[in-house]
């Protein structure tokens, strides 16, 4: 049994309904105080037939192996993903054209919980995730991303190159995020049909998917460091693409000046 922890957490599975929740355990000392947030998500689950039970601070640090539970701990069943054709065949959630996120090999539980809180903020239509070398969707994923995950569409495939390839036949553009891309970000149109996709931490896209995109973007750097983390260089593209498709054209290079008239000695 997958366990939930923190109020902002428990309260967003709770809302969204999308997992089957067991139980919910308290800490007895939280209970005593009668915290209006705390008070909140207990009426909750009073509201959806939850069990509650009161278990001492300690014992719930040892379920989560974490002491950041806030004093309220989810026991949730295992999460059913979605298949691949769910996203591809269910409505854009604003406009006519999806926008999806495909992560090739995220395995810090941390990136794929900002980067999950990222896509949801953003309206992602729908996330793809590889079954192997990809972060499992635990308690520290839910709470980096402070409660998105549960609202996320997700789907996880055995092979996310043959996916691309699939979402690629439903004329869906395949656009990667590559450190030695071109062109810039900025200068993509994103008012079409695409899918964005990351790769792993430490070495970017793997080559067969980066041969399987349609476009290779970057992010240009004007510091000293080459390339972003993942979960930051995730959001910072979602959100232009969201930003185009609420209205914005992509941002055209600057024409260059024309050079002024160099005036010599005695004119």
Known sequence: MEVLYGLHPVEEAIRAGVRQIDHISVAR????????????VLELCRQAGIRVSAEPRDQLTRHVKTDTHQGIVAFLRERKF???EDLLDAPPRSGDAPFFLA??????PHNLGALLRSAEGAGIDGVVVPERRSAPLTGVVAKTSAGASEHARI???????RALETMKKRNIWIVGLDERGTPDYMDFDFNQSCCLVLGSEGSGLHELVKRTCDHLLRIPMAGSVSSLNVSVAGAVVMYEAMRQRRGGAPVAAP??????PRKGLGS
């Open 29 to 40: 000392e939280r209970e005593a105080r009668r915290d209006p947030r705390f008070e909140a």
């Open 82 to 84: 979605l298949a691949l």
């Open 103 to 108: 992560l090739d090999g995220v395995e810090d």
């Open 155 to 161: 789907a996880r495939v055995a092979n996310i190159t």
């Open 255 to 260: 024409a260059p000046k024309p050079a002024k």
